[in-house]
Nanobody
Framework: QVQLVESGGGLVQPGGSLRLSCAAS????????MGWYRQAPGKQRELVAN???????NYPDSVKGRFTISRDRVKNTVTLQMNSLKPEDTAVYFC?????????????WGQGTQVTVSS
């Protein structure tokens, strides 16, 4: 089992910045992917950014150049720095960890943190 605790959401004006953090504990195996997803009202959950244990990162075009994901391998934390925020970034943001164990991928989710971009 993996437990995820998120922090850092809130209200910010357009053009502002926020940083989200997620602390993971439990059985996180060496092959893993840590990341963030978001879900706006009436929309499907979508990937915001992820980073694999290999060091690779992945961003959709909607956030590329504005968001940066980073991880601390020792502390098992993943951070999402969000700059130049737009109203369309408003959503509940979820931390996600995928970990490979005995040939099978397991998916774990945080409870979600609200990000609201509004003037």
């Amino acid at each position: 089992q993996v437990q995820l605790v998120e922090s850092g959401g809130g209200l910010v004006q357009p053009g502002g910045s926020l940083r989200l953090s997620c602390a993971a504990s439990g059985s996180i195996f060496s092959n893993n992917v840590m990341g963030w997803y978001r879900q706006a009202p009436g929309k499907q959950r979508e990937l915001v950014a992820n980073t694999a244990s290999t060091g690779s990162t992945n961003y959709p075009d909607s956030v590329k150049g504005r968001f940066t994901i980073s991880r601390d391998r020792v502390k098992n934390t993943v951070t999402l720095q969000m700059n130049s925020l737009k109203p369309e970034d408003t959503a509940v943001y979820f931390c996600n960890v995928k970990t490979l164990q005995s040939g099978r991928w397991y998916d774990y989710w945080g409870q979600g943190t609200q990000v609201t971009v509004s003037s």
